[in-house]
């Protein structure tokens, strides 16, 4: 089969790796890091001008959960359209929902990181300035809020945020892929100046692998005919795909 698969660039290395063992010919499109920041609206145009472009292809794979419903919506429109059953990355970077489910469930406050999240963390172009975090004040990290205002005034305005309310944990998931182990440590260092916890966990390529390899049972993998579009559903099936209406003459 001829694939086209558009992706999220967290998952730029564990794509790359999982294409160069697939039986089929795979081309990448890799979108940039936060379009789920920008609104699910806002997503949704962009991820669906992309997928209206593609020609010549058998299936278009999407490396994307549904994402706070950015993807809600997008329509297949010549070629069908493959999509995770995932809320998130996460879902994709353990392998399954099921696994991913277990362990937030049993770790409250955690907070994920991957080689993907880590490298390509800032946006810094016409993204950055679209998100709902930037419209609202609160987009900067840590070490931005200490380099501008001081350490005492960051923590202070860091949990007065909210984000250290919610979070008490990083987990680094180690998927295989990395070069070396520069960025567990840069989690750890991060655990460690926030007094947080920190653990390590080992992702699991096999989801990725069976999106690009063609293998995509109905119980991990939504395939949208076309004139077919996907909608979100409020059980462990995530989402569905529903016939686009006809327009009356």
């Not at 979108?31 to 472009?53: A, C, F, N, Y």
């Not at 994920?112 to 975090?133: D, H, P, V, Y």
Request: charge should be negative; charged fraction near 30%; aromatic fraction near 12%.
């Amino acid at each position: 089969m001829r694939l086209k698969l558009i992706s999220c660039e967290i998952f730029f290395r564990e794509m790359c790796a999982a294409v160069a063992r697939s039986p089929h010919f795979v081309d990448i499109e890799f979108l940039p890091k936060g379009l789920h920041d920008i609104g699910s609206e806002k997503m949704l145009e962009r991820v669906q001008t992309v997928v209206d472009r593609v020609q010549n292809y058998d299936t278009i794979l999407l490396g994307y959960g549904l994402c706070n419903n950015g993807l809600a919506g997008l329509s297949a429109r010549a070629i069908p359209v493959v999509l995770p059953r995932a809320h998130d990355c996460i879902t994709l970077f353990m392998g399954s929902k099921e696994k991913y489910l277990e362990y937030f469930n049993s770790h409250p406050g955690v907070y994920f990181k991957t080689t993907g999240w880590i490298e390509r963390a800032e946006n810094n172009g016409e993204l950055r300035q679209l998100s709902i975090q930037n419209k609202l004040g609160i987009d900067m990290s840590y070490e931005k809020l200490v380099e501008k205002y001081g350490e005492d005034n960051a923590r202070f305005l860091f949990e007065e945020l909210g984000f250290s309310k919610n979070y008490g944990q990083f987990t680094f998931i180690e998927m295989g892929v990395e070069p070396d182990n520069r960025f567990e440590e840069h989690t750890r260092k991060l655990a460690e100046e926030r007094n947080w916890k920190f653990e390590k966990l080992q992702g699991d390529l096999s989801m990725i692998q069976r999106l690009v390899d063609g293998k995509w049972d109905d119980k991990e993998f939504l395939v949208i005919p076309p004139g077919w579009r996907v909608s979100a559903r409020y059980d462990e099936g995530i989402v569905t795909a529903e016939e686009i209406p006809r327009e009356q003459p």
